[in-house]
C-alpha cells in the first residue's frame, strides 16, 4: 500500500453513477478531515491528507472524457491551449488532495484501535472452502484463542502477494499470532458481521476468478513537486504526486493488467523519468545521466538535470472484470453476515469512503431491524 502515489483522481466514468458517487464522497470527506485538522494547530499535517493544485493535460491521440466530476472539484478551470507542456493539446486544472500514505494509513490504524479493535495476522487459505475457514479463524480468536485451524500444511499459503503491503511482516508459520493476544477481543464470542477486503487475495479465497492484476510502476524521487501533474496519452501516462511532508515525490507510471512480475523492467523505469521530465522540471537536479548504462548512472558532461531516485517501486491493483464488488454475500451461509468489498483496481483511495459508507448502509439494513430494533444481538462486533 506504501507504493501508491495516492491522490484524487477520478477513474470513473460518467456512466458508472455509483463509482462516481464514491468518489465525491471521499473528495468531500478528505476536504472536511482537512478543514478539521487545521482548526487544530497541533493536530496540522497529522492526517496525511494535504490539499495541492492539480494538472491533468492529455495527448492528441487520447480523446477528453466527459469531466462529470468538473462541479464537484475546487477550483476547476480549463487551461489555454499556449503554454502546454507536448505533446498536450488539452489541459484542465484544480484542486486535488494527495495522501502521504505511511501517515494517512497509521492514522486510520491509530483511530481503529482507539475505539477498540484488534489487529490479527494470519495466512488465508487458497482452497475452494477457504473463505468459511477463515472465517472460522476469526471466531477462533474472538472466542478466545481456541484451536487454529488454519495451523497446517500448504493451505496457509494465499496464492497471490499482498502486494501493497511494504509491512507484512508474517513469517508463514500460519500460527495466528496476533496483537495484543489475550486482551480486548478474546471471549467476545463469534462475530455478528464480517467485511472481506481482501484485494487479489479474493481471487483465490472467494474464490472470484474474475479478479485479476493490474501491475504498476512508480519511482519515488527526491523533492516535493509543487502540485500533481498528470498526463493521459493513449500507450502510456505519466503523472506527478507530491507526499506533503516527506520530501518525496512519486512519479509513474504504468497500468499493466494481467502482470504478476515482481521487478520493473529497466525500460520501464526509464520511460517513467523520461515521460515526467516536463511534468515536474522542479525536481530535476544535478547532471543527466547517459542513457545505457542503467537509470541514474553516466555521463559528467552532460548539463542537463535528472531526477534524483531513492526507490522503484512495483504493485499490483486490485482489478476485477464487471468492476468492484461491494455487495452482501447470500451464499456464505444463514448464521454468517458477510459483506464484500474488493476489486476497485487503481481507484481504492479515491472510492474508498464512499464504498465504505456503502458497505456500513449494508450492514445497517441487515442488522437492524425496519421498527428500529436490531435483527441480531444489538452487540454487533463489525
Known amino acids: 500500500m506504501h507504493r501508491a502515489g495516492a491522490h484524487w483522481k477520478t477513474h470513473a466514468p460518467h456512466t458508472d453513477k455509483r463509482q462516481c458517487g464514491w468518489d465525491v464522497e471521499t473528495y468531500e470527506y478528505w476536504m472536511n478531515e482537512l478543514a478539521k485538522e487545521q482548526q487544530r494547530p497541533t493536530t496540522i499535517g497529522k492526517s496525511g491528507i494535504a490539499k495541492v493544485p492539480s494538472t491533468i493535460y492529455w495527448t492528441p491521440s487520447n480523446p477528453v472524457p466527459e469531466l462529470w466530476w468538473a462541479p464537484h472539484v475546487h477550483s476547476f478551470r480549463t487551461l489555454p ?7 498536450a493539446h488539452t489541459g484542465v486544472t484544480f ?16 483511530r481503529i484501535r482507539s475505539l477498540g479493535a484488534r489487529v490479527v495476522r494470519f495466512r488465508l487459505p487458497a482452497h475452494r472452502g477457504g473463505l468459511a475457514l477463515a472465517l472460522d479463524r476469526v471466531d477462533g480468536v474472538l472466542e478466545g484463542g481456541g484451536g487454529d485451524p488454519l495451523a497446517s500444511g500448504a493451505d496457509l499459503k494465499s496464492g497471490s502477494d499482498d502486494d501493497d503491503d511494504d509491512d507484512d511482516d508474517d513469517d508463514g508459520s500460519g500460527d495466528g499470532r496476533r496483537e495484543g493476544e489475550g486482551g480486548a477481543g478474546a471471549g467476545r464470542g463469534k462475530a455478528t458481521a464480517y467485511v472481506n477486503c481482501t484485494g487479489l487475495g479474493a481471487r483465490t479465497l472467494v474464490p472470484d476468478a474474475a479478479v485479476y492484476p493490474v501491475r504498476g510502476v512508480t519511482v519515488l524521487v527526491k523533492g516535493e513537486a509543487s502540485g500533481v501533474r498528470v ?32 521487478e520493473a523492467e529497466e525500460e520501464v523505469t ?57 455487495e452482501l454475500d447470500r451464499e ?17 483511495f479515491q472510492n474508498s469512503v464512499g464504498s465504505a459508507r456503502e458497505v ?22 463489525l
Do not use: M
Not at 491551449?81 to 505533446?87: E, I, K, M
Not at 484542486?95 to 491509530?110: A, K
Not at 493513449?234 to 512519486?250: C, L, Q
Open 81 to 87: 491551449s499556449s503554454g502546454l507542456p507536448p505533446p
Open 95 to 110: 484542486t486535488t488532495l494527495t495522501l502521504n500514505i505511511p501517515v494517512y494509513l497509521g492514522g486510520l490504524l491509530g
Open 231 to 262: 498526463l493521459e496519452g493513449k500507450d502510456a501516462v505519466g503523472y506527478v504526486i507530491p507526499r506533503k511532508g516527506s520530501g518525496t515525490t512519486v512519479l509513474g507510471g504504468t497500468k499493466e493488467s494481467g502482470k504478476w512480475e515482481a
Open 270 to 326: 526509464r520511460g517513467i523519468l523520461e515521460r515526467c521530465r516536463e511534468l515536474a522540471p522542479e525536481l530535476l537536479t544535478g547532471r543527466k545521466k547517459e542513457r545505457g548504462d542503467g537509470v541514474g548512472s553516466g555521463g559528467e558532461d552532460d548539463e542537463e538535470g535528472d531526477f534524483e531516485v531513492l526507490k522503484v517501486n512495483v504493485g499490483r491493483r486490485p482489478a476485477r472484470e464487471g468492476g468492484a464488488r461491494v
Open 332 to 348: 456464505i451461509g444463514k448464521d454468517r453476515i458477510l459483506v464484500h468489498c474488493y476489486g476497485h483496481a487503481g481507484a481504492g
Open 360 to 381: 456500513i448502509q449494508i450492514l445497517k439494513d441487515r442488522l437492524v431491524a425496519p421498527e428500529g430494533t436490531s435483527s441480531i444481538d444489538s452487540k454487533a462486533k
